[in-house]
């Protein structure tokens, strides 16, 4: 079993650490507000207040990490804070979780931002992690499937990642 960091655990966030905590991993999660924080020690997971426009803020959590998930498809802001958190922010993330225990990230590649903004997010993590032998899952949001479809295919990615 591993400790897996949930960066952005909202909702569907707090779905997949509770599957995760129900298949015996170890869960973190990510959140920009103390209410936040609050749903996500409901769910059973260990909640960090951290925000991922400030790469700073998130490196405690990246402590004794197996597994990243960075689920920010559906992010909120201007336009150009969404293209930074997918670009350079995203960036310095992958940069700091190479000196970090994590070996296996996993990125939502699909959601409710602007494709392309998703798909330069998905080619630098994959552009990274091959770089650096890391591995890596993208996830897509299962739009026909809804919430379960996603949890499911969520689940999928963490297991291959942590499989390679």
Excluded: K
Excluded at 5 to 19: Q, S
Excluded at 26 to 49: C, D, H, K, N, Y
Excluded at 69 to 79: I, K, M, Q, R, W
Excluded at 96 to 122: F, K, N, P, Q
């Amino acid at each position: 079993m591993a400790r897996c960091l949930i960066i952005g655990c909202g909702c569907r966030g707090r779905a997949l650490a509770a599957a995760l905590i129900a298949g015996g991993h170890a869960v973190r999660g990510t959140s920009r507000t103390p209410a936040g924080a609050t749903l996500i020690e409901a769910a059973g997971a260990e909640p960090v207040l951290a925000d991922p426009d400030r790469v700073a803020t998130l490196g405690p959590a990246l402590e004794h990490v197996g597994v990243a998930c960075v689920l920010l498809g559906s992010a909120e802001g201007s336009p150009n804070a969404v293209r930074a958190l997918h670009g350079p922010r995203l960036q310095m993330l992958l940069s700091r979780m190479l000196d970090s225990t994590i070996r296996g990230i996993v990125y939502e590649a699909g959601g409710s931002l602007d494709a392309a903004v998703l798909a330069g997010g998905a080619e630098l993590v994959r552009s990274f992690c091959e770089r650096s032998r890391i591995p890596y899952a993208l996830l897509s949001s299962e739009a026909a499937g809804g919430h379960r479809a996603w949890l499911g295919a969520a689940l999928g990615c963490v297991e291959q990642v942590l499989e390679r």
